[in-house]
């Protein structure tokens, strides 16, 4: 009995300790992917028709609409976001999305 706490004990450190290497991630990080279009300072691309996270009609995007966008692509432009659903876990769409409102300042 004893020997089988001790192992439940050591996995689940074991477990807790590696989880959340995996699971956090900084919206910076995630971000480093959108900065292609959307620049270090998510100012945008005026030569690709992307605007400024600075915008007052992106500023006033819920954070839901902005999660959207990012899961299933939009845009009216000639270059239309594309879709990170599958490509970018809950997780990360909810850090960027976070890391989007401090480059709003």
């Known amino acids: 009995m004893k020997f089988n706490l001790t192992v439940a004990a050591a996995s689940l450190l074991a477990v807790s300790l590696a989880t959340p290497a995996f699971a956090q991630t900084s ?8 900065q292609g ?12 028709k992307i605007a400024s996270f600075k915008t007052p009609a992106v500023v ?22 594309p879709a990170y659903a ?9 850090a960027v999305v976070g890391y989007i409102r401090t480059l709003q300042k």
């Open 60 to 81: 006033k995007e819920s954070d839901a609409a902005l999660t959207a966008t990012i899961k299933n692509g939009g845009g009216a432009g000639p270059i239309k976001m």
């Open 37 to 48: 279009c959307h620049g270090a300072t998510g100012a945008g691309n005026a030569g690709m």
């Open 86 to 94: 599958g490509k970018l876990s809950d997780d990360q769409i909810k």
């Open 27 to 34: 919206g910076a990080d995630v971000y480093k992917k959108c």
